[in-house]
């Protein structure tokens, strides 16, 4: 027989240790995604016995992945049901954010909710890279500290990085000025000398727009009465323009893992040039430097030179308010062509933009206006949004981790719980 015709084997049937394992993980999502529930409750929602999800939230209770809360009375007959709650201790994310001047630290627990969070001011920018992760490491070090001392235990840890990663490997960062860095390995290594007693955390590495915007979906409706989107396009102004797509609730990372970066579509073509080798980018344009520079301010500032800009747009003057209006024109014109192709809801502006949003957004809205094919945008609409409060790149990041435990706690019960 041709082996190229040859009938695909069949799945392997599932063994009783393979399904436990994935009703562990339907039990524990259940209870948090509606935030309080009892065992009854799990057992309706899901569709196993009573007796099976007993079982399992016996196991999650003990592994520390669930909490008692007290009694709950539904008014009918009947034992009066324990209320379950996904644990405020025990396993948690550990989300650290590399960007070009700072690096930002975040623990979340498995309800989602920052318990300790560092932020550091560095320059980063030209660093070796395994001082720059060195670096980090210490400042992780500091927040796994605090969070043991709150009685959480990180399970994991995951990098937020402004440039290409893939692999466990910083393919390109041209603001840093990386190529080829293993920052997994490298960042793994000095947070396990740190902490020699202690078993090491698992690495992982996205780009920080992705996280962001994960964070953006996550988290938005915490503080946010608007109209939740999942489709959404993400720019996250920092020293570059970062960007990222979700697609009805699914980061859209293309066929390498590089999509949305959207800072380095041309706008001009004879324009200044930028650091990834190409000239015109938009973050020639829109980026932090370009702004400050073309407001008069030090184009090295950081966050402190942003915050002038936004005290100088509100006094009124001329050249900040010219400055934001020209990088608005220009996000418009690229954003109004991510739109045509995408068709997402909303375009939400992150970062520093999201400060400087009241300022950027009128030019910005007039182009996608104009440019928008679907005639679905209009000023003032609600679809040129601010990120929320709530979501970054560091909360991304340790969010991810948590969503990984959720979906299989049983790679992730502390050793010798049982």
């Known amino acids: 027989m041709n082996s190229n015709n040859a009938s695909p084997a069949p799945p392997a049937k599932a063994d009783k240790a393979s399904v436990r394992r994935h009703n562990l993980s339907l039990v524990l999502r259940t209870v948090h995604d509606e935030g309080e529930a009892t065992r009854a409750g799990v057992a309706a929602r899901v569709g196993l016995t009573r007796a099976a999800v007993s079982s399992l939230v016996d196991q999650l209770l003990t592994e520390g992945f669930l909490s008692e809360w007290g009694k709950t009375f539904s008014g009918q007959a009947g034992r009066p049901g324990t209320v379950l709650k996904v644990a405020r201790s025990g396993p948690a994310g550990l989300g650290v954010e590399i960007n070009i001047d700072y690096v930002a630290?975040?623990?979340?627990?498995?309800?989602?909710?920052?318990?300790?969070r560092l932020v550091e001011r560095m320059d980063n920018r030209g660093a070796?890279?395994?001082?720059?992760?060195?670096q980090a490491?210490?400042?992780?070090?500091?927040?796994?500290?605090?969070?043991?001392e709150q009685e959480l235990r990180p399970v994991a840890a995951e990098l937020a990085l402004p440039g290409l990663v893939s692999g466990g490997t910083v393919r390109q960062a041209p603001n840093l000025?990386?190529?080829?860095?293993?920052?997994?390995?490298?960042?793994?290594?000095?947070?396990?000398?740190?902490?020699p007693e202690h078993r090491a955390l698992p690495v992982s590495a996205d780009n920080e727009a992705n996280l962001a915007a994960m964070?953006?979906?996550?988290?938005?409706?915490?503080?946010?009465d608007r109209t939740p989107v999942n489709s959404f396009v993400y720019l996250t102004g920092e020293i570059g323009v970062g960007g990222a797509l979700v697609l009805n609730g699914q980061l859209l990372r293309g066929a390498h893992g590089f999509a949305g970066e959207i800072g380095h579509l041309v706008v001009d073509p004879d324009g200044p040039p930028c650091s990834c080798g190409a000239r015109g980018c938009l973050e020639q344009y829109a980026g932090q430097a370009a702004l400050l520079r073309a407001a008069g301010l030090d184009e090295k500032a950081g966050a402190a030179g942003v915050a002038e800009l936004e005290a100088r747009a509100r006094a009124g003057r001329p050249r900040a308010l010219q400055a934001l209006e020209e990088a608005g024109r220009r996000l418009g014109r690229v954003l109004s062509g991510a739109v045509n192709l995408l068709d997402p809801d909303?375009?939400?502006?992150?970062?520093?933009?999201?400060?400087?949003?009241?300022?950027?957004?009128?030019?910005?809205?007039?182009?996608?206006?104009?440019?928008?094919?679907?005639?679905?945008?209009?000023?003032?609409?609600?679809r040129l949004r601010a990120s929320s409060s709530s979501g970054d790149a560091a909360r991304g990041a340790a969010a991810h981790v948590v969503?990984?435990?959720?979906?299989d706690p049983a790679a992730y019960a502390e050793p010798g719980k049982d």
């Open 105 to 116: 630290v975040c623990v979340v627990d498995l309800a989602g909710t920052d318990r300790v």
């Open 215 to 224: 964070a953006e979906l996550w988290f938005a409706t915490a503080d946010d």
């Open 177 to 195: 000025g990386w190529n080829r860095v293993p920052v997994e390995g490298l960042f793994a290594q000095a947070l396990s000398t740190l902490r």
């Open 346 to 382: 909303a375009v939400i502006l992150g970062g520093s933009f999201r400060e400087l949003k009241p300022w950027l957004a009128p030019a910005a809205d007039a182009e996608l206006t104009a440019r928008v094919v679907s005639g679905l945008w209009t000023p003032g609409n609600g």
């Open 137 to 148: 490491a210490r400042i992780a070090a500091r927040a796994v500290a605090s969070a043991t």
């Open 128 to 134: 070796a890279p395994a001082t720059v992760l060195n």
């Open 403 to 407: 969503r990984e435990v959720l979906a």
